[in-house]
Nanobody, 117 residues
Framework: QVQLVESGGGLVQPGGSLRLSCAASGIIFRLYRMGWYRQAPGKQRELVTTMTSSGSVNYADSVAGRFTISRDDANNTVYLQMNSLKPEDTAVYYC???????????WGQGTQVTVSS
């Protein structure tokens, strides 16, 4: 059974930082591109960032330079360090695991991030 469990969301003031974590189980972690998507109220889910085990990374333009993805393959965990947060970063953040061979996609339950003064 595949599980992706996110943690680290919460309320933060503009300009602040948060670190999200996603612990995976039930998959061969190194075979998965791990990443983060987000969905704001009334909007479609959108890509934030993803990373392969070999270090290939991509970022949405809206977060490049402020957010950093990393992964710990020994502990099956992916992280999202979010700095210089803006109110428009407010969303539910979802962890994603996509098999690099193309035969499996899994989502976490989501964690709320609210940026507000």
């Amino acid at each position: 059974q595949v599980q992706l469990v996110e943690s680290g969301g919460g309320l933060v003031q503009p300009g602040g930082s948060l670190r999200l974590s996603c612990a995976a189980s039930g998959i061969i972690f190194r075979l998965y591109r791990m990443g983060w998507y987000r969905q704001a109220p009334g909007k479609q889910r959108e890509l934030v960032t993803t990373m392969t085990s070999s270090g290939s990374v991509n970022y949405a333009d809206s977060v490049a330079g402020r957010f950093t993805i990393s992964r710990d393959d020994a502990n099956n965990t992916v992280y999202l360090q979010m700095n210089s947060l803006k109110p428009e970063d407010t969303a539910v953040y979802y962890c994603l695991a996509r098999n690099i061979l193309g035969n499996g996609v899994y989502w976490g339950q989501g964690t709320q991030v609210t940026v507000s003064s």
